[in-house]
């Protein structure tokens, strides 16, 4: 899997994301934009795929605040990406 996109997706839960993490091995472009998941959560899948993301939209997550996220992408260094959208 290298493009998941699941913006404004109501039906998007935590135990749904947990269960796609093993592909996301491969994962280029993840978008959650709008959806009603765990901050924590995405923060905690992002690593997995650190070397590879290039783009990342997580504005208006219904799930927490964004300071995790942007805490894991600060901490992986996250080389290839080039878009961040947060808000």
Sequence with gaps: ???LRLSRCVGVSDASLSLL?????????LHLRGC????DLVAAI???CFDRLSQLD???????????ILAALGAHGFPALQV???G
């Design 58 to 68: 997580v504005t208006d997550i219904r799930g927490g605040k964004t300071d995790d």
């Design 1 to 3: 899997l290298r493009e």
């Design 21 to 29: 993490r093993e592909g996301f091995v491969e994962l280029e472009q």
């Design 36 to 39: 009603y998941c765990s901050a």
């Design 46 to 48: 992002i690593p997995q």
């Design 84 to 86: 961040l959208r947060v």
